[in-house]
């Protein structure tokens, strides 16, 4: 199965959402490994954001990301990449389809909840940025073949 990683940016942190975008998560059937929360600094922000340095938006978004601890998150599942995407809808909360996350809890482009990679390679990179190996736990929910039907995980 696939891993990616979920930033639960300070916009939902401060807006008391972390349970109700968890609770998504996990109807959905994705499986949580690791979860953690931390304060974000501009370093990690740099290397996260690294081709958004040079943009002038850039010092907006080190002061939004810094503004809360946020809740990180690795997420297993098959094509889960792409499922949390799908789940999260576009950049631009005024513009996401209702039903997604960002549809439903936000009207921003910049304060928009969350993060989710956008790539399975993306996240491999992003994962091992925000946690240690021993952060993330690789077990499989003893309900996991009510989620997948046979052949699919």
């Known amino acids: 199965m696939e891993k ?3 930033i639960l940016k300070p916009s939902a942190v401060e807006r008391r959402l972390i349970g109700k975008v968890v609770e ?3 109807n959905r059937g994705l499986i949580i ?3 953690k929360m931390m304060q974000l600094g501009e370093p990690i922000l740099r290397e996260h954001y690294a081709h958004l340095v040079d943009k002038p ?5 080190v002061e939004s990301m810094t503004a809360t601890p946020v809740i ?5 599942g098959v094509d889960v990449v792409e499922t949390f995407r799908t789940m999260t809808g576009v950049t631009n909360g005024r513009k996401a389809a209702p039903g ?3 549809g439903d809890f936000c009207m921003s482009g910049q304060a928009n909840i969350v993060h989710a990679s956008d790539s399975v390679e993306n996240a491999k990179i992003e994962i091992d940025r925000f946690f240690r190996p021993e952060e993330i736990f690789d077990w499989t ?3 996991v073949n009510f989620i997948y039907g046979d052949g699919e995980k």
């Open 72 to 76: 990180v998150m690795c997420l297993k």
């Open 100 to 102: 997604t996350l960002r």
């Open 24 to 26: 998504r998560i996990e």
């Open 141 to 143: 929910p003893a309900n």
């Open 33 to 35: 490994c690791g979860m």
């Open 57 to 61: 938006f850039f010092p907006s978004i």
């Open 4 to 6: 990616t990683l979920v």
